[in-house]
């Protein structure tokens, strides 16, 4: 997504000026997302000095969310992030994409699964509401079993509040389509992908998560509350498996 892009952190005064532009165009705001990128990268004064110019800015703000990459997380203190939750940062989105030790690797990820599960445990006791993201498929048809079996672990044990389960897509000029092109690396089918879901789903054991399989990437879009929910979405995702529930095609999923 960010290959022709260099990653920079812009001038907090440039920063700043778009907050007051923000209010003059928008008025009230209730929630404010830091992009584009990682966020959490940034000095924690300079996170600091934003947050409270938002919240001097709009007293009404409920939220105030980012992306959060695992190697900037572990850079900073569990002090540091406590204070940023304090100062409004609320919500973190953190790109976890699978507890494999392997795939964290072969997909270069920059952390092992240890580290990963660190990053957003600090999230998670800093007080802030975190929205972990993964990718059914990544381990492809090799290990699509252990990849599924190591993400429900990992998730089972960082205990976020929302789980995310997207669905891998190959992209041109990257290693793993060069690795698919040479037959090292199988890609799921939607069945597969369907499978990989259910299994996932049915090793999720947290006392309560929002998870969300209903991306455009997604062959069937599920949505619910664990444990609430997860026998109706099991019951959902096997009617797909058996071919009595439809599914997106390709064009439907705009990829």
């Given at each position: 997504?960010?290959?022709?892009?260099?990653?920079?952190?812009?001038?907090?005064?440039?920063?700043?000026?778009?907050?007051?532009?923000?209010?003059?165009?928008?008025?009230?705001?209730?929630q404010v997302f830091l992009c584009?990128?990682?966020?959490?990268?940034?000095?924690?004064?300079?996170?600091?000095?934003?947050l409270h110019k938002l919240k001097?800015?709009f007293p009404e703000l409920q939220?105030?969310?980012?992306?959060?990459?695992?190697?900037?997380?572990?850079?900073?203190?569990?002090?540091?992030?406590?204070?940023?939750?304090?100062?409004?940062?609320?919500?973190?989105?953190?790109?976890?994409?699978?507890?494999?030790?392997?795939?964290?690797?072969?997909?270069?990820?920059?952390?092992?699964?240890?580290?990963?599960?660190?990053?957003?445990?600090?999230?998670?006791?800093?007080?802030?509401?975190?929205?972990?993201?993964?990718?059914?498929?990544?381990?492809?048809?090799?290990?699509?079993?252990?990849?599924?079996?190591?993400?429900?672990?990992?998730?089972?044990?960082?205990?976020?509040?929302?789980?995310?389960?997207?669905?891998?897509?190959?992209?041109?000029?990257?290693?793993?389509?060069?690795?698919?092109?040479?037959?090292?690396?199988?890609?799921?089918?939607?069945?597969?992908?369907?499978?990989?879901?259910?299994?996932?789903?049915?090793?999720?054991?947290?006392?309560?998560?929002?998870?969300?399989?209903?991306?455009?990437?997604?062959?069937?879009?599920?949505?619910?509350?664990?444990?609430?929910?997860?026998?109706?979405?099991?019951?959902?995702?096997?009617?797909?498996?058996?071919?009595?529930?439809?599914?997106?095609?390709?064009?439907?999923?705009?990829?």
């Amino acid at each position: 997504m960010f290959k022709d892009k260099k990653y920079r952190v812009r001038p907090l005064s440039e920063i700043m000026e778009d907050i007051g532009t923000a209010k003059r165009r928008l008025g009230t705001v209730h929630q404010v997302f830091l992009c584009d990128g990682d966020a959490i990268a940034m000095p924690t004064a300079d996170l600091l000095k934003i947050l409270h110019k938002l919240k001097r800015t709009f007293p009404e703000l409920q939220e105030v969310a980012t992306y959060a990459g695992p190697k900037s997380t572990l850079s900073k203190s569990r002090e540091e992030l406590r204070m940023l939750c304090e100062a409004g940062l609320t919500k973190a989105y953190l790109g976890v994409e699978s507890g494999d030790e392997k795939v964290l690797k072969d997909t270069c990820k920059g952390v092992s699964a240890a580290q990963m599960l660190e990053a957003g445990r600090s999230l998670v006791d800093a007080g802030m509401q975190l929205y972990a993201i993964v990718l059914i498929g990544l381990a492809g048809k090799e290990r699509s079993k252990e990849n599924a079996a190591a993400t429900a672990d990992i998730i089972n044990q960082m205990k976020p509040t929302d789980l995310a389960a997207m669905t891998y897509t190959p992209v041109r000029g990257t290693k793993m389509y060069r690795d698919i092109e040479q037959g090292s690396f199988h890609v799921l089918n939607d069945t597969e992908c369907l499978l990989e879901t259910r299994q996932l789903l049915e090793r999720l054991d947290t006392e309560r998560l929002h998870f969300t399989s209903n991306h455009a990437s997604n062959f069937v879009p599920v949505e619910g509350t664990l444990p609430e929910d997860r026998q109706r979405m099991l019951r959902l995702l096997d009617e797909a498996i058996a071919g009595n529930a439809p599914r997106r095609n390709e064009a439907d999923r705009g990829l």
